[in-house]
């Protein structure tokens, strides 16, 4: 692994095109709690404006989405820029999910691998990530528990240069800064997707966090937490 | 009714996706070919976003069980109603008992067949569009498999003027494509516009984007098509924080290679994108099998537009022109 630690910090907002379907508005600073609260607020208000078909927060940022065939894009994205800077913090007080993990073992089988990165062993990497309480940021790349925010700084484990096939299904995974649940494996559904992350568990009872038979349909919500209990730690 | 009797893996029902769901990290889906699906709607005098079924492996076939007026726009395909063969882009009416086969295209890589009426599905967020990796929408959130029968939903009943049907002029003849220098016979142009880590490229691999021809490789379909010719450098690798993604987005991994995310890509991701290609345009992607050659045009928001009302007016002539060859039965 190359070690780079590097990530683009802005030192003033910055909006830009995304095609012609979509603004991206990237905040500036670090990624905190406090500008993300700011994220999901601007992401509630902006789904109300004019032209707006859709929105979707990311880690620092924001993704607002027209319809190409009415939109003004450059006033959009003037309208972002704008509102940014008067947005408010303010702190949602989402619900707790606790869920036992796995850490190593089958499903979790980069463990090895993250640790001697560390230079320390597969229950301290464990008991590191096992420690905080994660905010779900963003939602992430399909239905699930998105993209979590509150590792331990000390895990930051750079994001793989070549992708590899890893089972989908109760992952517990990081890269980066991030890390990452997967939802419960669906009958019939890829067995294995190729990822960049870092497989270090799996949370075998961990709960559907998107069923089209409950309503609403999603489990959790962006502001909601997660904590994660070390049930065993295999070689 | 429609009853599948062959067909291979990956064939879908899709319609022009599902729009709003994005805070649950759920994407827009939906068809690669939107003008193909739109055409064969417009035929039939049925709403632009009716769902049909996307066939991007062959041969297909299947059966009609009752008399259905139908559609089947896109790729380049050959279509033959009982044993009749249909010219390109065509819409007329299968009686009970007759069957259709789509052979693979010559060029292209993705057919529509769209029903009067449309099929009969529930929407599920909205669309009845397939969402293969999380299994819902379409038909019973899966490909089609032989023996599936489809229902239709009752169309409000018309005849075609001219028994034989009515047609269209493929969407790649109506409307323009871009082009670019030295552009070789056969090769895809597309569109795009700068996105946010464009600076962060060397200067030769931003002109190379666009001067070099990208080739369609094999890991190609529909969340994806990962591109193959002259890396692509940025000045520095930083990391980057998970986003929000478009449909159109060309993200340039370390290897330099790029990928463009499609109609089924992830919600979100992490690498650096240098442009999106515009929405126009992507359809024309959608068309290109694995083997084919892509070229990138750097445009204004402006041309976007213009590309959009090219579009736009292809469909409305369409709707008119179909319109006229068609009459209600009271």
Redesign the interface.
Known sequence: MSVNRDVTVLQEARVSFCGNTAVLLDAEGPLTLATQERIWRLSDTARQWEGVVDTQPGMNSLLVVVDPKTADLEALAARLGETWPAVPSGRIEGRLLEVGVVYGGEGGQDLPEVAAFHKCTPADVAKLHAAPEYTIFAPGVTAGFGYLFGMDPRLFTPRRQVPVMRALGGGVSIAGIQSNLGKPYVEGSAKAAPTGWYMIGRAPDVPSPFDFDKTPPNLVSLGDRIRFRVDRVEA | MIEILETPPLNTMQDLGR?????????RGGVMDRLALAAGNALLGNEEGEAGLEFQLFPVRLRFTKETAFAVTGADCEARLSGRRLPAWWATRAEAGDELVLSSPRKEMRAYLTIAGGFDVPK?LGSRSTH?????GGYH??ALLAGDVLQSRAPEPFLFRDGAGVGATPAAEAVAAATCEDLAEGETVVR?????EYQTFDEASRNALCRTPWKVTARSNRQGYALSGTPLRRN???????????P??IQV???GQPLIQLAEA?????YP?I??????DLWRIGQLPPGGTLRFVWCS?AE??AA?EAA?AYLARLRRLAGYCRSAIA
């Open positions: 729009v709003g769901y994005r805070q649950h990290g759920i994407g599920v293969a990796r999380d299994s819902f959130g899966r795009a516009i700068p996105a946010a520095a690798l930083l990391e980057m924080r998970s986003h929000a993604i478009v159109g987005v991994p370390p290897s992830n919600s979100a991701g992490g994108k442009g999106v290609v515009i929405e126009a928001l976007a537009r959009e736009e």
